[in-house]
């Protein structure tokens, strides 16, 4: 009864992923799938992004996340699985932290 709920994402993508166009490539891809949350740089060199949809729409974006922008140059990607909130209305980058 509960397969199609909403799950959230959580994930670090580790690598060469900042000034190559990341948060853009996964507002991009987000705003296609429908999914909900937020990209932001840290200031450890990674981009965090939280997102909330259902798990196989968020396994596509995770898929895309592990290959990035074409000058990106993803390492790992450290995933989190969570329960969805229902708190975001759309997809947007936040400030770097």
């Known amino acids: 009864m509960m397969e ?3 799950l959230r994402l959580h994930a670090v ?3 060469r992923v900042q000034a190559v166009g990341f ?3 996964v507002i991009d891809i987000a705003s ?6 937020w ?4 200031w450890d060199g990674t981009v965090e992004v939280v997102a909330e949809a259902e798990r196989p729409v968020l396994e596509q974006l995770l898929s895309y996340l592990k290959v990035g922008p074409r000058m990106a140059s ?3 990607v450290d995933v989190d699985w969570q329960e969805a909130t229902g708190e975001f209305f759309g997809f947007y ?3 770097t932290v």
Do not use: C, E, T, W
Not at 39 to 42: F, I, K, S, T
């Open 93 to 95: 980058s936040r400030q």
């Open 23 to 25: 948060r853009a490539f």
């Open 39 to 42: 990209v932001r740089n840290r």
């Open 32 to 37: 296609r799938l429908g999914i909900k949350g």
């Open 4 to 6: 199609h709920a909403p």
């Open 13 to 15: 993508v580790h690598g």
């Open 74 to 76: 993803v390492d790992k």
